[in-house]
């Protein structure tokens, strides 16, 4: 029965995610519903997404602590709850205080979900297998490479939607999420819990911090992921501000990224094509053409050539940094999850999470700090060098100690690659 289990759901799994990966048809619209239709200032609705990091931030040690007390499943089923009691929230606004308090819902969510979801997928899987690496890493590909193209979709037809009414997209979005929340009780515990309650008791979170710091390949993965993880929240603002500075209508911009959401579907499906070429060197190709690319796309705003060569030029750069979004969303989960077992796995996921989003508050600090004293185009150009020093540190720092054969790491980081009895 347990074997069983666990194949269902690795065969839901996908199906699943994507569409509860994120919250489709919601935000390509909802700025503009929180403006135009609720009334609520502009300045009130960024201030909203710094209190969406903070809580972020808050979230990710109980949502930790919660997953571990009721397990992946039921974790998956409330951060879903929590997903369609923020959309109700949003949809009955009245003013910024309700808008913060919806907030609260939404980060308790995705603390959960970006816990539980990866945790459940990784004990699902037979810890036999030679190939669970591979395993894990195809099933969500599968996952993410469809929650792209359904995001594409709902970038093109949510402002479409938005047009004949302003509730529809947002309405749509919740429908999702009701799907998803009925999807998720469908998932099986992927182990025993009374056979190795009393194991996994053994590991606290104080335990898996030091674990994390302890571990040379973990900590690096970790530091690197973050950095990843931040420049890509702050680039997704700088992008699109890029293209309007350069007079591109909201229409084709929507267009163009719908178009670029595919190719990170399409990089995230091939994921193991990427690997299998540059081996132990992935990280490196990923993080320096992530950065070099948003360079070369900022830059290229200043050369005296034809607006249409600029153009093109840029969409070249922004389809190399799409490309690695999309592995991104595959592989540093997947390298997390190596040589992790259920003891520990949810509480990677959650220092993960924490690390990335306190990195992501200074990398945004940072980036908007910089749009306060110049353009655009310089904003880019000065940030992405920036990022590119920092990777490149980080990867000289991650050199001989990640991209190893399993012989070759030592005992401590080997401690939690068994399957427990």
Do not use: H, W
Not at 312 to 321: D, G, N, Q, R, S
């Amino acid at each position: 029965m347990k074997n069983e289990n666990k194949n269902k759901n690795l065969k839901l799994y996908p199906k699943y995610r994507q569409l509860a990966m994120d919250l489709l048809f919601f935000y390509t619209i909802n700025v503009l519903f929180l403006t135009q239709i609720k009334q609520i200032a502009i300045s009130a609705v960024v201030l909203v997404d710094t209190f969406y990091a903070l809580f972020v931030i808050i979230c990710q040690i109980p949502g930790a602590i919660i997953v571990e007390k009721i397990g992946r499943k039921k974790s998956i089923i409330l951060g879903n709850l929590c997903n369609a009691i923020y959309l109700i929230i949003v949809i009955n606004a009245t003013g910024f205080i309700s808008l913060v308090f919806a907030e609260v819902f939404c980060a308790m969510a995705f603390a959960l979900k970006d816990v539980a979801e990866p945790a459940l997928l990784n004990d699902s899987i037979n810890y036999e297998k030679e190939e669970k690496s591979n395993i894990f890493a195809k099933i969500q590909g599968k996952a993410v490479s469809g929650y792209y193209v359904l995001s594409a979709v709902s970038l093109i037809l949510s402002g479409i939607l938005y047009e004949i009414n302003g509730y529809i997209p947002i309405c749509l979005s919740l429908g999702i999420v009701i799907i998803a929340l009925l999807m998720s009780t469908r998932f099986e515990e992927p182990k025993n819990k009374t056979e190795t309650y009393e194991e996994m008791e053994e590991v606290s979170l104080k335990e898996a911090i030091k674990f994390c710091i302890q571990s040379k390949r973990c900590r690096c993965i970790l530091i690197f992921e973050g950095i990843i993880y931040a420049t890509i929240a702050v680039l997704a603002t700088y992008e699109i501000s890029l293209l309007e500075s350069l007079n591109i209508s909201s229409i084709f911009i929507g267009i163009i990224f719908a178009l670029l959401n595919i190719v990170s579907s399409l990089a995230s499906k091939k994921q193991q094509i990427f690997q299998e070429k540059f081996k132990n060197r992935t990280l490196t190709v990923l993080g320096l053409s992530l950065s070099i690319s948003c360079i070369i796309a900022g830059a290229i705003t200043y050369a005296k050539i034809n607006i249409v060569f600029i153009i093109t030029i840029i969409l070249i750069m922004y389809i190399i940094k799409y490309m690695m979004v999309g592995l991104y969303n595959v592989l540093l989960i997947k390298y997390l999850s190596n040589f992790t077992n259920e003891k520990i796995d949810t509480k990677i996921f959650a220092i993960d999470n924490l690390s990335a989003s306190l990195l992501s508050v200074i990398f945004g600090i940072i980036g908007s700090g910089l749009l306060e004293i110049m353009t655009i185009s310089k904003a880019m150009i000065v940030f992405s060098i920036f990022v590119l020093i920092i990777i490149s540190i980080t990867l000289l720092y991650m050199k001989n100690k990640v991209g190893l054969n399993p012989n070759e790491y030592s005992e401590l980081e080997l401690k939690y690659d068994k399957k427990v009895k």
